[in-house]
């Protein structure tokens, strides 16, 4: 699949007070802006023409614009994310993503589902049942996509916060995999490139075009995704993993 855009939106000074599971401290705000603005060199780098949200200070974790919808080549799918406090960042989508798309759908309450928890393999859509997305949006998802011939399987997390969080993939039925996700059947007609537990953080990397964008620091997954053949840009994301945030959540990429 070919991307020719993304959206993106910078962190604002709320970002430091945003939702996290981990201990990792609390984000140094301008080192984020500095990595978050090398994350967007990233994407044109790729060939990408970047669309950049200003920060909005009302949503502090508004900056991973993932969750908002889900971007196919046939509709935008406007999400209804389950943290309550994240819910009012698809008001702007909504004005957004109509520069883009003819053609928007909605996910409804009481389905809720995050765009984190949704992987595109090809005209196959993958969902994760998690915190942050119900069985009823799982559904209302998948009703959705079944309209413009797109396949969708709800897959049941154990461990990971979004489906995301594990798992990427790479094209050419190539799936990166860590934990709960290596041994699945669900994936097994896939090639694999294995992530260990100690670097699963390494798992949630973006594909695009020429090139796969990992975090910076994990050389056991640079190597394998280099030697399987891709073009490697690593970038610092400490900031953003401190607020479980991931290369995948910073962008809508279509």
């Known amino acids: 699949m070919k991307f020719s855009r993304a959206i993106v939106r910078k962190p604002g000074n709320s970002y ?7 201990d990792l401290g609390t984000p140094d705000f301008e080192l984020a802006l500095e990595q978050h603005a090398a994350y967007v060199e990233a994407l044109k780098q790729t060939g990408l023409d970047v669309t950049v949200l200003e920060a909005d200070e009302r949503f502090p974790d508004s900056t991973f614009v993932e969750d908002t919808a889900v971007l196919t080549e046939k509709c935008a799918v406007i999400t209804n994310p389950g943290a309550e406090s994240r819910n ?5 989508m909504k004005l957004v993503l109509p520069r883009f798309y003819d053609t928007i759908e909605y996910i409804q309450a009481p389905g809720f589902l995050d765009g984190g928890d949704v992987m595109q393999v ?40 979004h489906l995301k969080t594990g798992i990427a993939y790479l094209g050419n039925d190539l799936l ?5 996700f290596i041994d699945s059947e669900l994936f097994s007609k896939y090639k694999h490139l294995v992530v260990e537990k100690e670097v699963e953080y390494s798992a949630n990397c973006i594909h695009i075009n020429d090139y796969v964008i990992i975090p910076k620091g994990f050389e056991s ?12 840009i690593e970038l610092d994301m400490s ?16």
């Open 176 to 180: 990166v995999l860590a934990g709960e």
């Open 122 to 161: 090809d005209n196959h859509f993958y969902v994760g049942l998690s915190t942050r997305t119900n069985e009823e949006g799982a559904i209302q998802f998948r009703e959705i996509l079944s309209k413009y011939g797109y396949e969708v399987t709800i897959v049941p997390l154990k461990e990971f916060f």
């Open 16 to 22: 430091v007070n945003g939702l996290t599971t981990s």
């Open 239 to 254: 900031e953003f993993r401190k607020q479980d945030g991931g290369l995948s959540c910073l962008s809508l990429r279509f």
């Open 88 to 92: 009012g960042e698809i008001e702007d």
């Open 221 to 232: 997954t640079k190597k394998q995704i280099t030697d399987a053949g891709y073009n490697v």
